[in-house]
């Protein structure tokens, strides 16, 4: 694995939110992601984090995080 766990559980980095976002389904028995913290992410500072990431991310995981900024841009 190319990154760590930790790097998606910090709460101020916004990896959570983005993966959240990428990997919860539409038939998922229970919603995990508030709307109060999808209206607060700011959607450039999420891009630049997935752009310019602190720790090398494996290519699978930087895709599902940009599928995350959309859906989160989206919503």
């Known amino acids: ?3 760590s ?3 998606l559980l ?3 980095s916004g990896y959570g939110l983005l993966w959240l976002a990428a ?3 539409a038939k998922a028995p229970f919603k995990k992601i ?3 913290s999808i209206l607060s992410a700011d959607i450039t500072n999420l891009c630049k ?3 310019d990431p602190e720790e090398y991310l494996a290519l ?3 895709s599902n995080l940009l599928v995350g900024v959309a859906r ?3 919503a």
């Open 1 to 3: 694995m190319f990154f």
């Open 5 to 7: 766990e930790e790097l």
């Open 10 to 12: 910090k709460r101020e």
């Open 23 to 25: 990997t919860i389904g």
């Open 34 to 36: 508030h709307k109060k």
């Open 49 to 51: 984090l997935v752009k």
């Open 60 to 62: 699978r995981l930087s």
């Open 72 to 74: 989160v841009h989206y």
